[in-house]
């Protein structure tokens, strides 16, 4: 069956980086286009970057152009998020999926910036 499994959310002060990691089984990984999704308390889960199944683009939310950088490793199946100079606003739980959402979501990671 399908799994999303998500690590490497921390604790970390306010300008830190953190880099997460997603693997995926049960389904055609290298096929999909695979997204980072977060979802901070009390609201809805946004979409915060893409990339296609290749990895040759990438979209991001504006909150998080120039900060964030998606990458892939289809060998691997894993699906990653590197975060820079974090703010406090990105506390969030973090998730990975496809483009649409549509697989079964995994637990997230938690990403708490904070001094």
């Known amino acids: 069956q399908v799994q999303l499994v998500e690590s490497g959310g921390d604790l970390v002060q306010p300008g830190g980086s953190l880099g997460l990691s997603c693997v995926a089984s049960g389904f055609p990984f290298s096929n999909k286009v695979m997204s980072w999704y977060r979802q901070a308390p009390g609201k809805e889960r946004d979409l915060v970057a893409s990339?296609?199944?290749?990895?040759?683009?990438?979209g991001y939310h504006d909150s998080v152009k120039g900060r964030f950088t998606i990458t892939r490793d289809n060998d691997k199946n894993t699906l990653y998020l590197q975060m820079n100079s974090l703010k406090p606003e990105d506390t969030a739980v973090y998730y990975c999926n496809n483009i649409f959402g549509s697989l079964a979501w995994g637990k997230g990671t938690q990403v708490t910036v904070s001094s």
């Open positions: 990339i296609t199944s290749a990895g040759h683009a990438t």
